[in-house]
């Protein structure tokens, strides 16, 4: 009897063994394993997620600087055409203001693609911070094609460039400045060319006629001489007024009334 209790013992002791399903064994191991999976993959999430503002804040930064207009230093009038009277045969003029914007000394120089036929005055010069000046561009206009006179407003292939550099302070221009700093240069504006109807009244055509005036005006103020408003100053520092005028007059009197007497 105690020998089938014991056997009756063992028995029950491997039955229970059997019942353990056979991956119960198994789980623990894939449990573990699938855990550290499972953390491994939700740190290199959270990685993930700790670099994507970084890289969505840059990909929006990007994009905004390229959307915004760039930051100009010249203030153009017009801004971005330049208007000729329609003359065929003949060369016209056209215009243009040219206001430092910046808080800076700039040099600006013209670019055309026709240098044959068009010419800039000044070509370039110094601006200081406020100042302004009237450009005068000048081309030859040809004859067209069969003589037919072209529409209203027509639009030319010539085009101008308005460049500008930084400078230190007051200094002559010189166009060699722009060939020495090339990589600080920039490009302000290109300029379209379009002809005007001179026999069709128009905005464009009389604020063109206005500036070509001031142009021409301040063009002769450059020409004449700057007037002398101070006492004249001749040989070292000799300041000489009315009265020593007036003193020499008569001292030179005296002396030919003496040589006249004698």
Request: aromatic residues 8%; charged residues 25%.
């Amino acid at each position: 009897m105690a020998v089938d209790g014991e056997k009756s013992f063992s028995e029950e002791k491997v039955w229970s063994l059997c019942k353990m399903p056979f991956w119960q064994s198994n789980n623990s191991s894939s449990s573990s394993s699938s855990s550290s999976t499972s953390s491994s993959l939700q740190s290199v999430h959270q990685l993930s997620q700790s670099h994507q503002p970084l890289q969505s804040s840059n990909a929006v930064s990007f994009v905004t600087k390229s959307l915004l207009p760039t930051r100009r230093r010249l203030h153009l009038d017009p801004p971005n055409k330049l208007y000729f009277p329609y003359e065929p045969g003949k060369q016209v003029r056209s215009a243009i203001s040219i206001k430092n914007i910046s808080r800076s000394h700039l040099a600006f120089k013209f670019q055309t693609t026709a240098p044959k036929s068009c010419y800039m005055r000044p070509p370039g010069g110094i601006l200081a911070p406020g100042e302004s000046l009237i450009a005068t561009v000048f081309k030859f206009v040809e004859h067209p094609e069969n003589n037919e006179k072209p529409a209203v407003d027509q639009k030319s292939k010539v085009k101008f460039k308005i460049m500008s550099l930084k400078v230190k302070g007051e200094m002559d221009y010189v166009p060699e400045l722009f060939d020495e700093q090339k990589d600080q240069v920039a490009e302000e504006q290109i300029l379209r060319v379009v002809f005007l109807d001179t026999e069709r009244p128009s905005p464009p055509l009389e604020k063109l006629k206005r500036q070509l005036a001031e142009a021409e005006a301040a063009l002769e103020a450059r020409k004449k001489p700057p007037e002398d408003t101070g006492p004249r100053i001749v040989g070292e520092g000799l300041v000489i007024d009315e009265w020593k005028e007036r003193r020499e007059r008569y001292l030179a009197r005296q002396q030919v009334e003496g040589i006249d007497s004698v």
